[in-house]
T-cell receptor, first 111, second 112 residues
Framework: LAKTTQPISMDSYEGQEVNITCSHNNIATNDYITWYQQFPSQGPRFIIQGYKTKVTNEVASLFIPADRKSSTLSLPRVSLSDTAVYYC????????????FGSGTRLLVRP | NAGVTQTPKFRILKIGQSMTLQCAQDMNHNYMYWYRQDPGMGLKLIYYSVGAGITDKGEVPNGYNVSRSTTEDFPLRLELAAPSQTSVYFCASVSDRVYGYTFGSGTRLTVV
């Protein structure tokens, strides 16, 4: 199971683009990269998932370089409501069922 | 679709008491998980199940038990509650190939 490393916290201001990077040096061939968002007193919520290159949805973009040893979650024009903890998760359900969350990145968006 | 339903939402237990945290999902997901989250910390995996009748330990299984008699339900049992089990408990499920978890709203448990 690939271990992930993320910054503990990040600060930003409303309207800025925020990029959160996750390092996963021992990612396996069949592993996918998934990001979750968690607000206080709520369960994590799925944001985006990818395998390689770039994935974009209505909430965020996920950039994955060719070596797949890291990934970057990009949140365009953040608002105060984006203040949350963001988790990077790497794994493949076919080969590893023990999906482990890392410590996450606490993002604070200021006015 | 209700998704993942957890009951109760809040509970206060006395040391040594027992209780069962209920978790039910209506998405026909094979994989189900129990996590605990202490204040200001990340999620720790307690137990998981890959299908009815199959369960396995996660990172922090001591003091807990689970069963999976049906695809829909995955109850978590605390036999002898201890203050160290004060936490928020989240149940989650995921389908075989789609990676995104669906989480329940959590159960906040206090042991006094």
């Amino acid at each position: 199971l690939a271990k992930t490393t993320q910054p503990i916290s990040m600060d930003s201001y409303e309207g800025q683009e925020v990029n959160i990077t996750c390092s996963h040096n021992n990612i396996a061939t069949n592993d996918y990269i998934t990001w979750y968002q968690q607000f206080p007193s709520q369960g994590p919520r799925f944001i985006i998932q990818g395998y390689k290159t770039k994935v974009t949805n209505e909430v965020a973009s996920l950039f994955i370089p060719a070596d797949r040893k890291s990934s970057t979650l990009s949140l365009p024009r953040v608002s105060l409501s984006d203040t949350a903890v963001y988790y990077c998760l790497v794994g493949d359900l076919d080969s590893s069922y023990k999906l482990i969350f890392g410590s996450g990145t606490r993002l604070l968006v200021r006015p | 679709n209700a998704g993942v339903t957890q009951t109760p939402k809040f509970r206060i237990l006395k040391i040594g008491q027992s209780m069962t945290l209920q978790c039910a999902q209506d998405m026909n997901h094979n994989y189900m998980y129990w996590y605990r989250q202490d204040p200001g910390m990340g999620l720790k995996l307690i137990y998981y199940s890959v299908g009815a009748g199959i369960t396995d330990k996660g990172e922090v299984p001591n003091g807990y038990n689970v069963s999976r008699s049906t695809t829909e339900d995955f109850p978590l049992r605390l036999e002898l509650a201890a203050p160290s089990q004060t936490s928020v408990y989240f149940c989650a499920s995921v389908s075989d190939r789609v990676y995104g978890y669906t989480f329940g709203s959590g159960t906040r448990l206090t042991v006094v």
